[in-house]
């Protein structure tokens, strides 16, 4: 049994005594983000129109190095269209972990295609890229160069990898995998930004990723989102599809497909232009924190924190301390205990294929994913927590 | 042939001689706009959680006197829900008519339903009731309380009225024809908050309505829409799809049934906030600057501006200048000479039936659509252009 007493202590060493609330993970606007937004409500141009958006996907691309970036309303929006650039239709299976935001499933979903459950590593919570090389082995054939599910018949289009707390998975070899099986890459990046796979920002491994800068995340425009390009063509596609379908002209409504109205307003793009400038400090600073996280639970019997895997820098999105041993009632007493002291800690994602809508869908064995939903609390993230500016 | 020289001079009459643009419909953000979004910023909430979105939601349930409001990332979203909790399924159609904003087309779309385009009204540019009952009389029938199209064999769920530019359609009227065919009613409101149709705010005519709030309506969150419901159980319903459907609990996810990320960040509720307060005011300086453009107008062969009903108080979202007869050259010619003058004008929205990915859905005669489109220009309409406040 971990000892719930110096789990606490632990806590309380890195994040110290608190009169106000420890939120897990919450953002500071000690930059640019007022006189940005000012300037927003001074032109007038809080919409559509405006050039912090423009801004925002320029700053975006160069900081990722991904050739463009289109900005959307948030990681939901942008997975949406990912799936759509990936030409995901109705009846199609997508590969996911499990062990994901409900946002990874749903987006499936909305294309009319299927959620197909796969599982995760303890190492790192991203998918485990050897179990799925077996079961893709045992349950899909390709035939002329599409996988199909020969339990559904089903052709399965896409594999969806997520960065589980901005943890990079190991992509050289789901992309081996994918072209032997023939699957599309999207790369689930929403809790990533700021982590780099081998050197390069998490996104590059496929043609196209999303981003998210939800309020919980590093980066937040509110609610916001990314769709990672690397095609100038494909590029334009997410644009003109983000933004009505309709063709530029100066005062005629023509919109030549079915669209959608994903973009991203200018106000909040005005935030995010801001939030990236400080974004190398506020990786430091997580980073920083995850190393205080992983010298106070050193010491304590049966848990450990998650570190990043040896080809990865991560932008350790959210701590997770992670028992030996699966133990519900540990986690839950943990979780109530440390509100007491103000800090707000939270247990994984129920995994997707216990949600009542998706209990049905296709899925390999999920042993280890329900094993650690009974193993891994988050703990509080906000950079500004690392003590290294206040 | 309508004299554009003397065109030209009404506009400037009203508009003056100016060295900046003057755009269809811009915001002015004088009241206490900053000081909500300032303090957004200060709190740290400028996502989801956050107050400004409840207060949002409250002011406009007042203002419209519908029960509920459910603030959501745009209009476009509000309708997409609206058509989800009106039951439309895969391969219904619902009614709508051709002359609309692309939106209202494609959120049908997104339901897997077909839109089935109906004429409109020259009066007031909506729904032709007394064509479309004619219509709905020889194409379809009422088997067990459902509408069934006669050509298609698909079941017509249900009818969106839009009322635009802001101009309320006979509702007492389509209610009547609504219940004989067994439609439900969803109000596109989205042009028309600050109209009311008998004393009452556009919305009431249905059990749900939607609103937006782009940057170029009257009321701008820089992106946002609403959702208007009489029901509180459907209120909840929606708040639930729109927020992931994910349970309330304080660390636990666990969301049950297929949600959306679409609610409205809180920072643009804060924008919305400070935007109502001064709706009144607005909606009367538009309401002159309408009264203004049908003096200077009157005089004119021709032409004449579009009044609102009878039975109706529009907001005059956007003025429009109507042909007696069609005349595309003329509408080509008028814009491209007023834009020297810095004047913004616009044409009609491309009639749906026209676009390529709705050329084979179902439609009913649209000889008057086709014919407004080539008679009808959008007039510049924010509401600081009425002279009453600077
Ligand atoms: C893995 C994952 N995918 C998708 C999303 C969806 O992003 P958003 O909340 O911006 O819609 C999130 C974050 O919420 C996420 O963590
Ligand atoms: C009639 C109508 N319906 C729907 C919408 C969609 O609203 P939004 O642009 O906020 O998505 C609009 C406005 O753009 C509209 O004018």
């Keep these: 049994m971990v000892n719930i007493e ?43 129109v405006g050039e912090y958006v423009t801004l925002f996907e320029q700053k975006i691309a160069d900081y990722t190095g991904m050739p463009y970036a289109i900005a959307v309303m948030n990681g939901t929006a942008a997975l949406h269209v990912c799936l759509l650039l990936a030409d995901v239709a109705r009846e199609d299976e997508v590969l996911i972990p499990s062990l994901t935001f409900v946002a990874t499933a749903n987006a499936v979903t909305y294309c009319g295609a299927h959620p197909h459950f796969i599982e995760c590593h303890e190492s790192h919570l991203g998918i485990d890229l050897d179990k799925l090389r077996t079961y893709l082995t045992q349950i899909a054939i390709v035939k002329d160069k599409q996988c199909i599910n020969k339990l559904t018949g089903r052709r399965i289009k896409a594999i969806i990898p997520v960065h589980i707390f901005g943890h990079p998975i190991e992509m050289s070899l789901l992309q081996t995998l994918a072209q032997e099986f023939h699957l599309k890459i999207i790369e689930d990046a929403s809790e990533s930004l700021g982590s780099f796979y081998r050197g390069v920002h998490t996104g590059h491994a496929s043609d196209i990723a999303c981003l998210s800068f939800n309020g919980n995340k590093v980066v937040t425009t509110g609610g916001g989102g990314a769709i990672l390009i690397k095609d100038e063509a494909l590029a334009k596609k997410a644009k003109h599809m983000t933004t009505t379908a309709k063709r530029p002209h100066r005062y005629e409504f023509y919109h030549d497909e079915i669209g959608y109205n994903y973009r991203l307003p200018n106000i909040n793009a005005a935030l995010g232009c801001a939030q990236l400038e400080r974004l190398p400090q506020m990786i430091e600073n997580k980073r920083h924190l995850a190393k205080r996280y992983q010298d106070v639970f050193s010491d304590i019997q049966g848990a450990s924190i998650l570190q990043e895997p040896q080809y990865a820098k991560s932008n350790y999105w959210l701590n997770a301390l992670i028992l030996d041993k699966p133990d519900r009632s540990f986690i839950e007493h943990f979780i109530d205990s440390a509100v007491e002291r103000k800090y707000h800690l939270r247990g994984l994602w129920t995994p997707m294929d216990r949600l009542p809508m998706y209990q049905s869908s296709p899925k390999m064995d999920l042993t280890m994913t329900h094993q650690l939903f009974d193993r891994v609390i988050s703990l509080p993230s906000s950079p500004h927590l690392g003590g290294v500016y206040a």
């Design 6 to 48: 110096q789990c606490l202590a632990a806590l309380t060493q890195v994040l110290g005594e608190n009169d106000k609330d420890v939120p897990l993970h919450e953002p500071k606007f000690n930059g640019n983000e007022w006189q940005y937004v000012k300037d927003c409500l001074d032109s007038g141009w809080v919409s559509s």
